[in-house]
């Protein structure tokens, strides 16, 4: 909104007092809120707080292009800190030998990893240093840190090809309908992230195999470096542990998915085209007879001199389905591992031939904590 160029000074000047202190109470407010342990935010001084207020407004005003009128919102500021991931790991009883490894996910995934009692020389490196300090010093605390579900899954999946759709008979003699999702060769692990090194914990997954011709040198140097066949699709399933997973692992359909199982699937909806509001968003129509002549159209889009415009967002025709779709919750009602099959009850998105992506169903209180 307003970039600022090498040497010129940010429209929006920092208030020392007041915005500092503004920022320093909502930082207070973002740690009382979140989720990160107690030991880990109670121990930050006040004048600490103040102080990382303050040098991340510096911090912002240093940076070019950046618009200071975003810093006024401090939602955006304060999730920085209220994301923290503080991880403690103990290596004899020497407190030299200690160390903290902090992740900042809003600052590009980057971590500091250093003794406890380092002398901190940025913003980062601060913050890092205070929660460090923090949980070393309180031993009531049990929990080591905390972890979002925010896009987590509630385990690694597997990626399958929509084959079509079948009715199986009950042995009550009900009709069920069935969606056919059979796997090609693939579903391989080649790559295993951690927090160590990629600043979170993912198993990435390879599915389709492919000619060598078929993919980029990039793309082959990646699957050769973990032995892996060529293949069309990688995809990341993050998840809280990786344990049990390892570079090259053929994922067993049999081991992952047993009958009875609620899981959910992506994948891109059949595209319908250019279509108006009735068929898009069920809009009722007019009359057919009496003069009408507004039988399928889509009627007013708003007022007129105020505020003589249409509010974005307005429901209107345009193009309907082949985007990404997701149902949650469908059963399995069959795990055939000699045809590489599952049995689906219900519909998925797309047509026969598209890719899906298949994860356990997300359930609070079963796989996803309540809180």
């Not at 009709?175 to 198993?203: L, M, R």
């Not at 199982?261 to 057919?288: C, E, H, P, W």
Request: glycine share 12%; net charge positive; charged share 20%.
């Amino acid at each position: 909104m307003f970039p600022t160029r090498r040497g010129e000074k940010s429209p929006h000047p920092i208030h020392s007092d007041r915005e500092r202190d503004s920022l320093s109470c909502s930082l207070e407010a973002s740690f009382a809120r979140s989720a990160i342990p107690s030991s880990s935010y109670r121990g930050i001084a006040p004048e600490v707080i103040h102080e990382l207020a303050g040098g991340f407004f510096h911090w912002l005003r240093d940076i070019d292009s950046f618009p200071m009128s975003s810093a006024a919102s401090i939602s955006a500021v304060t999730a920085s800190f209220s994301t923290l991931l503080c991880q403690k790991s103990h290596s004899g009883s020497n407190s030299a030998a200690r160390s903290m490894t902090v992740a900042l996910p809003a600052f590009h995934g980057l971590k500091v990893s250093f003794p406890s009692g380092a002398p901190s020389a940025d913003l980062r490196s601060c913050v890092a240093a205070q929660c460090a300090a923090a949980s070393s010093g309180s031993s009531s605390s049990s929990s080591g840190g905390v972890v979002s579900m925010g896009c987590l899954e509630a385990g690694v999946g597997m990626m399958g090809t929509k084959m079509g759709m079948m009715t199986v008979f009950t042995e009550d003699g009900k009709a069920v309908p069935c969606t056919v999702v059979g796997f090609h060769e693939g579903n391989i692990v080649t790559q295993v992230k951690s927090d160590a090194t990629d600043g979170y914990t993912a198993v990435q997954v390879g599915y389709r195999r492919v000619r060598d011709r078929k993919l980029t040198k990039p793309q082959l140097g990646h699957l050769n470096k973990v032995g892996a066949i060529p293949m069309r699709h990688l995809q990341e399933f993050r998840v809280v542990s990786a344990e049990g997973y390892e570079p090259n692992q053929v994922l067993q359909l049999e081991e992952i998915f047993k009958e009875g199982d609620l899981i959910d699937v992506v994948g891109n909806s059949i595209g319908k085209g250019f279509q108006g509001g009735i068929k898009r968003y069920n809009f009722a129509r007019g009359q057919m007879t009496h003069g009408s002549k507004s039988k399928r159209q889509l009627g007013s889009i708003g007022a007129g001199t105020t505020p003589g415009r249409v509010y974005p967002g307005k429901k209107m025709p345009g193009q309907m389905g082949s985007g990404r779709a997701k149902i949650r919750k469908l059963e399995i009602v069959k795990v055939d591992p000699e045809l590489r099959a599952l049995l689906i009850k219900g519909s998925v998105p797309g047509k026969p031939g598209n890719l899906l992506r298949i994860t356990p169903a997300k359930i609070v209180g079963k796989n996803i904590p309540k809180n």
